[in-house]
Nanobody, 115 residues
Framework: QVQLVESGGGLVQLGGSLRLSCAAS????????MAWYRQAPGKQRELVAT???????NYADSVKGRFTISRDNYKKMVYLQMSSLKPEDTAVYYC?????????WGQGTQVTVSS
């Protein structure tokens, strides 16, 4: 059974930076596309960034140029470097498989950006 553990969230001021981490216990991690998602209060979960097994990346328009997704296949870790944070980035952030996510989700990590 897959286990996803997100960390690194917190309270940050407008324009600040945070680095999120995700530890994934899934098998065949290195061949899976992985992604970060977020869910703001009262809104549906949305895809933020995706990274393929080969390191190709894709971003939501709202975070393009500000967020960077990366991965370490040896450690089975996925990272999200966030900079120039805005209040609208406030959400719970989750990692999961890219494409069709696993049914099981981690607890997420809260990111709050104050103005």
């Amino acid at each position: 059974q897959v286990q996803l553990v997100e960390s690194g969230g917190g309270l940050v001021q407008l324009g600040g930076s945070l680095r999120l981490s995700c530890a994934a216990s899934t098998s065949a991690f290195s061949i899976r596309a992985m992604a970060w998602y977020r869910q703001a209060p009262g809104k549906q979960r949305e895809l933020v960034a995706t990274i393929t097994s080969g390191g190709g990346t894709n971003y939501a328009d709202s975070v393009k140029g500000r967020f960077t997704i990366s991965r370490d296949n040896y450690k089975k870790m996925v990272y999200l470097q966030m900079s120039s944070l805005k209040p609208e980035d406030t959400a719970v952030y989750y990692c999961n498989k890219g494409g069709i996510p696993f049914d099981s989700w981690g607890q997420g990590t809260q990111v709050t950006v104050s103005s």
